[in-house]
């Protein structure tokens, strides 16, 4: 099968980005130096599509109850508008794949990996409650993933969210870059910075702004090569 594009691939080209084949995408594994790109994070910011990773919506009257019932932790305790880091696990304790937990008011959605989102998503429906609709919108949705000291201070300029205000696991929806989007602030890296979830069709737009946001700060562009040895350093 021939393997997926996100929003932003011929950017990437256009970059000259090494591009591999992961999880079913042909994905950015570097663009310079993967050493580069991680001090690159550590000292200032980089930006990361990691628009392989799955999102799937439950929503019903129900969807509480369903997401209790398919991840380890307590979902009531997440409040509107935060984010909880958990796993959904099989009758005898095995883990079907780690995930992170939305509560969007009306809905609950789940960012799931892109190497599981078919595991995850038959799982997901093989154990629907009544009353709850299943909706796998991966294929929609891009992901940037800004990181790094000077993330906040980027992505600020473009936005009257403010931006201080959204504690770590935590998010706010609103308008950056002209475009309605999630601003989550989460990541992968042990540096602060924001997971920006928007539709499809505004990649480029979106992507062409925060680099001229954070040209002040030698922003640049990270691949999936530095996304590792980041998490790995902080023992994520």
Same mark, same amino acid.
């Given at each position: 099968?021939?393997?997926?594009?996100?929003?932003?691939?011929?950017?990437?080209?256009?970059?000259?980005?090494?591009?591999?084949?992961?999880?079913?995408?042909?994905?950015?594994?570097?663009?310079?130096?993967?050493?580069?790109?991680?001090?690159?994070?550590?000292?200032?910011?980089?930006?990361?599509?990691?628009?392989?990773?799955?999102?799937?919506?439950?929503?019903?009257?129900?969807?509480?109850?369903?997401?209790?019932?398919?991840?380890?932790?307590?979902?009531?305790?997440?409040?509107?508008?935060?984010?909880?880091?958990?796993?959904?696990?099989?009758?005898?304790?095995?883990?079907?794949?780690?995930?992170?937990?939305?509560?969007?008011?009306?809905?609950?959605?789940?960012? /799931?990996? $892109?190497?599981?989102?078919?595991? =995850?998503? %038959?799982? @997901?429906?093989?154990?629907?409650?009544?009353?709850?609709?299943? &909706?796998?919108?991966?294929?929609?949705?891009?992901?940037?993933?800004?990181?790094?000291?000077?993330?906040?201070?980027?992505?600020?300029?473009?936005?009257?969210?403010?931006?201080?205000?959204?504690?770590?696991?935590?998010?706010?929806?609103?308008?950056?870059?002209?475009?309605?989007?999630?601003?989550?602030?989460?990541?992968?890296?042990?540096?602060?910075?924001?997971?920006?979830?928007?539709?499809?069709?505004?990649?480029?737009?979106?992507?062409?702004? /925060?680099? $001229?946001?954070?040209?002040?700060? =030698?922003? %640049?562009? @990270?691949?999936?090569?530095?996304?590792?040895?980041?998490?790995? &350093?902080?023992?994520?």
């Amino acid at each position: 099968m021939e393997p997926k594009k996100t929003g932003l691939y011929e950017e990437h080209v256009r970059l000259g980005a090494k591009m591999v084949d992961f999880a079913g995408f042909k994905m950015p594994i570097q663009y310079s130096s993967i050493l580069e790109e991680h001090r690159r994070v550590r000292t200032t910011v980089g930006v990361f599509d990691v628009s392989h990773m799955g999102e799937i919506i439950l929503r019903g009257p129900r969807a509480l109850e369903m997401v209790n019932r398919l991840t380890i932790n307590d979902a009531a305790k997440i409040a509107v508008n935060q984010a909880q880091y958990s796993a959904m696990c099989y009758a005898d304790g095995g883990i079907v794949d780690d995930l992170i937990v939305y509560n969007r008011g009306d809905h609950y959605l789940l960012v /799931v990996n $892109a190497s599981n989102l078919d595991k =995850d998503e %038959a799982w @997901i429906r093989e154990n629907c409650l009544e009353g709850v609709t299943v &909706e796998n919108i991966s294929d929609s949705i891009t992901q940037l993933a800004v990181q790094g000291k000077q993330a906040e201070a980027t992505l600020q300029k473009l936005t009257d969210v403010d931006l201080s205000q959204i504690k770590f696991y935590w998010f706010s929806e609103g308008v950056l870059a002209g475009v309605q989007m999630i601003i989550s602030a989460t990541g992968y890296t042990g540096e602060p910075g924001f997971e920006l979830y928007f539709d499809r069709q505004h990649s480029g737009a979106v992507w062409e702004q /925060v680099f $001229a946001a954070g040209k002040e700060f =030698d922003i %640049a562009p @990270i691949g999936l090569g530095a996304r590792d040895s980041l998490r790995l &350093e902080k023992k994520y």
